[in-house]
């Protein structure tokens, strides 16, 4: 399995931790203890860093992949050359 498809996996799998944590999160304030004890609240925000870090990683893959110099380059309609009258 090559980089950027364990990359797309564990990123699916941290976005179901980060779920898991928030849902934590609600249940413990809905408990009404008062405040919920700081490993809890602050619990979301390790997934959340790892999906940031995760998820601008294959967001940029299409701009930076190898065989994007191999692809035709598409022109729009305004670079087609207009007829000569």
């Given amino acids: 399995m090559n980089t950027s498809a364990w990359i ?9 931790a980060f779920t898991l944590t928030v849902v934590a999160n609600f ?3 809905a408990q009404g203890h008062g405040a919920p004890p ?6 979301p925000l390790l997934p959340l860093a790892l999906l940031l870090l995760s998820g601008l990683y294959l967001f940029a893959l299409p701009y930076f992949s190898r065989d994007r110099s ?14 000569l009258a």
């Fill in 70 to 83: 191999l692809r035709s380059p598409q022109c729009s309609v305004g670079d087609r050359e207009a007829p």
């Fill in 27 to 29: 249940v413990a304030m």
């Fill in 8 to 16: 797309r996996r564990s990123h699916r799998w941290i976005s179901i």
């Fill in 38 to 43: 700081p490993w809890i609240t602050y619990a």
